[in-house]
């Protein structure tokens, strides 16, 4: 077990006070809130999570996941850091967790790219990189241990079979159709994939048109503006792809601010993806037409890799957790009941 040492709270003040987190009582208050962690972490594994934000429900869930796995009682001493959606957060946060000697980082990057700098420090400190739930695309696929998470693709892809079906189903298959996305995070992961595996089916169907892509950045807020601009500028509207259910949410209430009807019976066809409680909700007051599973729940996952490389043994590099989709065809309210986000 490795163990904090003082030496890195002169490092980390440097750290903290680029990033304008340096504390009143200035050196040698920053020093020892480092010997407390050195004390508090001893005989425990020391994990340094950076978790991208709280933009969402699912990303309340996936904090859960990893605050209830990483605990003192499962042999665990946690440190947690919310970047706040910004890469340079998630930065400054890897390079202090290196300067505390952790055991292992837990990395849920909020974008792809910009990754090789910093893994490189963490591997030339012998920290094994963990990355979970959204990826890093680096040259030297060695700068992490592995990366366990949802596929994205096919999750765009099951998306637009689904639409397929459903309007195969009303005898509306050919019929022209005028869809918008509102996508995630630009450069995510999750944007990128399930952008990608929906236009892959867009672009099979002649008779669907997308009239735009815009980012609603994976929130509530953001993404009902968005839907705000689209009502606006297009008179016709018959698919809202949102590239997560909060930004349904958000389109949703733009759609009935604006007067228009959604879901199985109205005018706009609601896609969304992750599934979490609230879009069951609104999936049974007929607001969503379907939710494709994306699974929070990847703390456990982690702790068992962890585990495993403890042991010794050697781990998978890609690991993509189970998901499937749920619809308003569906008996949604006995299939919530087994659900825990
Ligand atoms: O879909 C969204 C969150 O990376 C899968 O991030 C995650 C996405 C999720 O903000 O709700």
Redesign the pocket.
Known sequence: MKKYYAGAAFLALAIFSASGCTRSGGETQTESRYEELADEGEGYINVGFCQ??S?????VA?TQSFRETFTTENGYYLLYEDAQNKQENQLKAVRSFILQEVDYIIL?PVVETGWDGVLQEAKDAGIPVIVT??KVVVEDESLYTCWV??D?EQEGRKAGEWLEDYLADRGRGGEKLRLVTLQ??LG???QIGRTEGFSQILEQNDSWEMLEYQSGD?TQTKAQEVMEYYLDTYEDIDVAVC????MAFGAIDAIQEAGKTCGPDGEIIVIS??AVRAAFEAMLRGEINVAME?N?DQGPLVSDIIRRLEAGEEVEKIQYVKETYFDTSMDLESIMEGRTY
């Open positions: 991208v934000g933009e969402s429900d699912w990303r996936s849920d739930d959204r998470g949802s994205f995630g995070t995510s992961s999750a994976f590239e997560n259910d909060n993806f992750d994306c929070p």
